[in-house]
């Protein structure tokens, strides 16, 4: 179930945001240091929701599977404006609506509960590269 959550928290910071433009290097501690985005959601760039929430379940068992797709649809919505802020390896994603969700890029995983009162473990990674992605 925690790994369902997981997916759950993944898929609304990366799939009811936008496309967004990538994080600033990661300061020499591995850390963002010091940052603040603010994305507005910008329909002809963002991936369908429900495109991804099907690539998310096509390998469940079809019992599963329609159960999963419509807790995903449910959960994940489109929000009209996103707000990060970093300071070193914490940091908050701020969503309308919802209390700030935690990330932490190096430690344990943070705990989250939304506006629905539901629980969630959230994961964040920032991916290696010239141009580091926040997922």
């Known amino acids: ?3 369902f959550a997981s997916l759950l928290v993944t898929l609304v910071v990366l799939f009811s945001a936008m496309a967004l433009a990538p994080l600033p290097s990661p300061a020499q501690d591995g850390g963002l240091g010091e940052f603040t985005g603010r994305y507005v959601f910008d329909t002809a760039r963002s991936d369908l929701i429900a495109v991804r929430v099907d690539e998310a379940v ?8 329609p159960i999963a797709r419509n807790r995903l649809m449910r959960v994940n919505r489109a929000s009209p404006v996103l707000e990060f802020r970093f300071h070193g390896d914490t940091g908050r994603l701020v969503v309308p609506g919802e209390s700030p969700i935690p990330l932490v890029l190096r430690g344990p995983d943070a705990s989250w509960t939304n506006a629905d009162g539901e629980r969630f473990v959230v994961k964040t990674t920032v991916t290696k590269g010239a141009r580091p992605i926040l997922i």
Do not use: A, W
């Not at 096509?58 to 599977?65: A, G, L, S």
């Open 58 to 65: 096509k390998k469940m068992n079809f019992i599963k599977r």
């Open 1 to 3: 179930m925690r790994r």
